[in-house]
């Protein structure tokens, strides 16, 4: 198969899920696609891969620019890069580009992963310049937000992106929660497609129970989709015979974590993290319980997850229960979901990691899921079983 471009918000990286994501899932099918077009400074600050990097076109907005954000700081440059005039703007330039660079084609192929308005409103207005064949990929849906209790589109965003669904080829979506809404709210069908594991599930099943200190690791971001259910994990561990180390990129941890039985361990390099999972009894996924993060805990599913899936430790899931992740892995019983952030419900958590016999059940399940959904190969055949089509 072959695509003329990909385009996205976000480039094909080995530091964030989405780039991963694809590289692990499509392949090869990454070499046959002419151009990568950025389209938000998102991509330049996660570099695209060195591979893919002679076939970047970056057409980021004015607004994000080094010479605006230092002129007119870099939170007011970033509030002018989110009004609707300046995207359009930003969107009609960039189609322009995008159909001059291939002023020989009739017709467009295109494999679009869109994070919000920019990659749509871009697509768009190419689509007036040239027929564009496309499939969308929604891995995060950062247009759409949870206020006075329904959810909600910007002014002027909802019927384009409405459109941009019903008029793709194919629509995958990140989660079956992503999947279930888009049916209802705009009678789109997709298929679910999501990070895989990257490595076959880990065939050695935990056994005994845990002697002494339960030790729980996290490796992953200290960001806002995870701090607040850390810091209700972190809050859960006083009094207890339980340590949460974690491992991370950042320099220091948050005041919010720092509380009795949480360690800050560093970063560790990609290749090392498998080897040390297994000094741990559990890992940790944590999901955030705010209200303003509700797309993306009710509708993303991280890499992580396949990827702790794999690791052959129980997992620990803490977040709302509308949390597509906590939904996931309760659902296939894969994992000790907690469903709260009370220090009791976690606490409960944490007494089910030690029952051996229930967590070699949540691993048998675990290993299951890689191997028949989870797992990079049956991914990959998935969204072979599209593009084979195409």
């Given at each position: 198969?072959?695509f003329?471009l990909?385009?996205?918000?976000?480039?094909?990286s080995?530091?964030?899920?989405?780039?991963?994501?694809?590289?692990?899932?499509?392949?090869?099918d990454l070499n046959?696609?002419?151009?990568?077009?950025?389209?938000?400074?998102?991509?330049?600050d996660?570099?695209?891969?060195?591979?893919?990097?002679?076939?970047?076109m970056?057409l980021?907005s004015i607004?994000?620019?080094?010479?605006?954000?230092?002129?007119i700081?870099?939170?007011?440059?970033?509030?002018?890069?989110?009004?609707?005039?300046?995207?359009?703007m930003h969107a009609n330039?960039?189609?322009?580009k995008?159909a001059?660079t291939?002023?020989?084609?009739?017709e467009?192929t295109?494999?679009?992963c869109?994070?919000?308005?920019n990659?749509?409103?871009t697509?768009?207005a190419l689509?007036?310049?040239?027929?564009?064949?496309?499939?969308t990929?929604?891995m995060?849906d950062?247009?759409?937000r949870?206020q006075?209790d329904a959810w909600?589109?910007?002014?002027?965003?909802?019927e384009?992106?409405a459109?941009?669904?019903?008029?793709?080829?194919h629509?995958?979506?990140?989660s079956?929660?992503m999947?279930?809404?888009?049916?209802?709210?705009?009678?789109?069908e997709?298929?679910?497609?999501?990070g895989?594991?990257?490595?076959?599930?880990n065939t050695?099943v935990?056994?005994?129970?845990?002697?002494?200190?339960?030790?729980?690791g996290?490796f992953?971001?200290?960001a806002?989709?995870q701090?607040?259910?850390l810091?209700a994990?972190?809050?859960a561990?006083?009094?207890?015979?339980?340590?949460?180390d974690?491992?991370?990129?950042i320099n220091?941890?948050p005041p919010?974590?720092?509380?009795?039985?949480?360690?800050?361990r560093g970063?560790?390099?990609?290749?090392?993290?498998?080897?040390?999972?297994?000094?741990?009894?559990?890992?940790?996924?944590?999901i955030?319980?705010?209200?303003?993060?509700?797309?993306m805990?009710?509708?993303?599913i991280?890499?992580?997850?396949?990827?702790y899936?794999?690791?052959g430790?129980?997992?620990?899931?803490?977040?709302?229960?509308?949390?597509?992740m906590?939904?996931?892995?309760?659902n296939n019983?894969?994992?000790?979901t907690?469903?709260s952030?009370s220090e009791?419900?976690?606490?409960?958590?944490f007494?089910?990691?030690r029952?051996?016999?229930?967590?070699?059940k949540?691993?048998?399940?675990?290993?299951?899921?890689?191997e028949?959904?989870?797992?990079?190969?049956?991914?990959?055949?998935?969204?072979?079983?599209?593009?084979a089509?195409?």
């Amino acid at each position: 198969m072959k695509f003329d471009l990909y385009l996205s918000e976000m480039s094909v990286s080995d530091k964030h899920g989405g780039g991963l994501t694809l590289q692990r899932i499509l392949g090869d099918d990454l070499n046959s696609i002419e151009k990568f077009v950025h389209v938000n400074r998102f991509a330049a600050d996660y570099n695209v891969k060195g591979d893919f990097a002679g076939r970047a076109m970056d057409l980021f907005s004015i607004w994000e620019t080094d010479l605006l954000r230092t002129l007119i700081g870099r939170s007011r440059a970033s509030r002018m890069s989110k009004r609707l005039p300046m995207i359009k703007m930003h969107a009609n330039r960039a189609a322009k580009k995008i159909a001059a660079t291939f002023a020989g084609k009739q017709e467009l192929t295109a494999l679009v992963c869109p994070q919000g308005a920019n990659a749509i409103f871009t697509l768009e207005a190419l689509k007036k310049l040239k027929p564009v064949k496309y499939i969308t990929w929604v891995m995060d849906d950062h247009l759409v937000r949870y206020q006075n209790d329904a959810w909600q589109y910007p002014d002027g965003t909802e019927e384009v992106f409405a459109n941009h669904l019903r008029q793709a080829a194919h629509v995958f979506v990140i989660s079956p929660d992503m999947q279930a809404f888009y049916k209802e709210r705009f009678s789109v069908e997709s298929t679910v497609l999501f990070g895989s594991s990257g490595a076959a599930a880990n065939t050695l099943v935990q056994n005994g129970s845990v002697a002494g200190k339960l030790k729980i690791g996290y490796f992953g971001a200290v960001a806002a989709w995870q701090k607040d259910a850390l810091a209700a994990v972190g809050a859960a561990l006083k009094g207890t015979d339980v340590q949460l180390d974690i491992y991370s990129g950042i320099n220091k941890l948050p005041p919010e974590l720092d509380a009795e039985g949480v360690n800050f361990r560093g970063s560790v390099p990609p290749a090392q993290v498998l080897t040390q999972m297994q000094n741990y009894d559990a890992v940790l996924i944590p999901i955030s319980f705010q209200q303003k993060l509700r797309n993306m805990s009710q509708f993303n599913i991280a890499t992580k997850m396949s990827e702790y899936l794999a690791c052959g430790l129980p997992i620990l899931a803490v977040g709302p229960p509308y949390a597509a992740m906590i939904n996931y892995l309760g659902n296939n019983k894969a994992a000790v979901t907690v469903a709260s952030a009370s220090e009791a419900d976690i606490r409960a958590g944490f007494a089910q990691l030690r029952n051996a016999e229930h967590t070699a059940k949540l691993l048998k399940n675990a290993q299951k899921l890689v191997e028949d959904e989870v797992g990079t190969a049956p991914m990959h055949k998935v969204w072979q079983s599209v593009a084979a089509k195409w």
